[in-house]
């Protein structure tokens, strides 16, 4: 088994800047890829930034250039920092990790942290 706990979302103001952690525990070794998902009331679950273990990385359209991921591969931790936030951004936001190299259907899951971006 593999655990992951996210923290950091919280509540703050349009053009504002968030940092996501999530950190690994258990069957660490059994992780490759790692990244995160987002979802919102209403919309679908959108994959919103992966990281793979040589740190190859991927961002949706709707937050390139504002997001950016990074990963300890010692601690197995990842962190998504995210800026010029918009109410868009608004949603929970889940850790994700697969023993894969691709994140379209992860393995693990965390529970999720809330980020609300208010105008």
């Known amino acids: 088994q593999v655990q992951l706990v996210e923290s950091g979302g919280g509540l703050v103001q349009s053009g504002g800047s968030l940092r996501l952690s999530c950190a690994a525990s258990?069957?660490?070794?059994?992780?490759?890829?790692m990244g995160w998902y987002r979802q919102a009331p209403g919309k679908q679950r959108e994959l919103v930034a992966t990281?793979?273990?040589?740190?190859?990385?991927y961002y949706a359209d709707s937050v390139k250039g504002r997001f950016t991921i990074s990963r300890d591969n010692v601690k197995i931790s990842m962190y998504l920092h995210m800026n010029s936030l918009k109410p868009g951004d608004t949603a929970v936001y889940y850790c994700?990790?697969?023993?894969?190299?691709?994140?379209?259907?992860?393995?693990?899951w965390g529970l999720g942290t809330q980020v609300t971006v208010s105008s």
């Open positions: 990281i793979t273990s040589d740190g190859g990385t």
């Open positions: 994700v990790a697969d023993r894969s190299e691709r994140l379209w259907d992860p393995r693990y």
């Open positions: 258990g069957s660490i070794f059994r992780i490759n890829a």
